[in-house]
Each structure stands twice: as C-alpha cells, then as structure tokens.
C-alpha cells in the first residue's frame, strides 16, 4: 500500500527554468510533508517542509504547494541550477504515524546547462 | 560539529552471516531512526530508538532483525542469517526532539547479500 507517490521517476530541465515535482498521497491522517534531496552514496538532505494548516510555503528558491482536497503537493524550484541534479523524494507524517516518515519513491531530477 | 555517523560504508556478507550496522547520531540528539531502501523504491521506516528503548519497530521485520541504542555507544542494526533479499542501503537519521522531522541522515551503509 503505497500512501505517498511520486508517479514521475525522472524530470529533465534546463538552466534557469522551474522544475516542478509532483507528490500525491493517500492518508488523510497525514499533516506534516516534507522533501528531501538526494545525491548519489549520500544520505538524503532535508530541503522543505509544509504543515496542512498552509498551502505554501517558501525558502529562497524552493516552494512547496500543498492541495488538501486534492491531496497533492508540489515543489516548484526556480531557477534550475545545474547543481539541483539529484534525487528528490517526498514524505509524509501524520498524528497517529507518530514521529516516522512516510517516502515516496523519489524523481529524480537533471538540471541540463 | 559532525553529522550522521555510519559504518562501514559498505558490507558485503555471504548467505546466512550476520550484518552489524553501526549509527552514532548527532551529538545532543537522543532519537535515532533507521530506514532502509531497496533498489529503485524509495525509503521504508524500520525502527525509531531513543537511548536504551524501542520506541517504535514497526516497520521492522519480526525475525532476524533488530536494533539497539544503547546508553553508551553508537546504535546497532543487526540482521541475522542474511539473505539475498537483505541486499539494501539501510539509512540511519537522528534528531534532538521527537517533533524534529526534518532529522538529519547518515550517508547510510550499503549491504551487498552474496
């Protein structure tokens, strides 16, 4: 049962432009979301997170969108930069999962100069 | 101020070995998590320790695995009797507070069943 989902495994973009990555979860117990990014043999790097009493929220060039209703957030980064190439996966954490993460599969993203 | 520590980097262990994976947190944080993740899935929870108690090991299969942090010492994954499908990099995280979900990850240990 795979609660959160990230349906594209890979997102290719150039220099300068949005990378948009998508998160669709299932449980509506979840509150909290979170993404991470993810170089090749490195653990993953926390980059953003989001609370379910917002819909956005934004640091530098990274902003994570979150759709109740529909279930889905996303995270917009802009300008794409060469060195954003990694993987990035999306979390979940709710009230009744206590303090453990949920991930989806991850997306990874490459950032062409 | 170092992160994560993880060790060894890589273990490679032949069929029925034992696998011990080494995590020594954050200095100052008391919680340790370990997830594992399989090739080309993302990360699966197993086992949330805080100094000296399981907290939660759900996520943990119930024979041959299991994990300790105790109070002097780095936490311990054990994996018993390996089997090719053990084959993974389990990922170690800690964080100072309970609420803190942004935790900090190792660079993980990368398990190879032979």
């Known amino acids: 049962d795979q609660q959160v989902k990230q349906n594209s495994p890979s997102l290719s973009v150039q220099e300068g432009r949005i990378s948009i990555l998508n998160c669709d979860y299932t449980?509506?117990?979840?509150?909290?979301f979170l993404w991470y990014k993810k170089y090749p043999a490195e653990g993953p790097t926390f980059l953003i997170s989001?609370?379910?009493?917002?819909d956005k929220n934004e640091d530098g060039r990274f902003t994570v969108f979150l759709n109740k209703s529909a279930k889905h957030l996303s995270l917009h980064i802009v300008p794409s930069q060469p060195g954003d190439s990694a993987v990035y996966f999306c979390?979940?954490?709710?009230?009744?999962?206590?303090?453990?993460?949920?991930f989806g599969e991850g997306t990874q993203l490459t950032v062409n100069p | 101020n170092a992160g994560v520590m993880q060790n060894p980097r890589h273990l490679v262990r032949r069929r029925g070995q034992e696998a011990r994976l080494r995590c020594s947190p954050v200095?100052?944080?008391?919680?340790v998590y370990w997830y594992r993740q399989l090739p080309e899935e993302g990360l699966k929870f197993m086992v949330y320790?805080?100094?000296?108690?399981?907290?939660?090991e759900s996520g943990m299969p119930k024979e041959r695995f299991s994990a300790e942090f105790p109070k002097e010492g780095p936490s311990i994954l054990r994996i018993q009797q390996v089997v090719r499908g053990d084959s993974a990099a389990y990922f170690c995280?800690?964080?100072?507070?309970?609420?803190?979900?942004?935790?900090?990850f190792g660079s993980g240990t990368r398990l190879t069943v032979v």
């Open positions: 995280a800690s964080s100072p507070r309970l609420e803190d979900y942004g935790y900090t």
């Open positions: 449980n509506s117990m979840f509150d909290y």
């Open positions: 989001i609370s379910s009493i917002k």
């Open positions: 979390a979940a954490s709710g009230e009744t999962s206590g303090s453990r993460l949920t």
């Open positions: 200095k100052g944080h008391s919680h």
């Open positions: 320790l805080q100094k000296e108690n399981i907290i939660d």
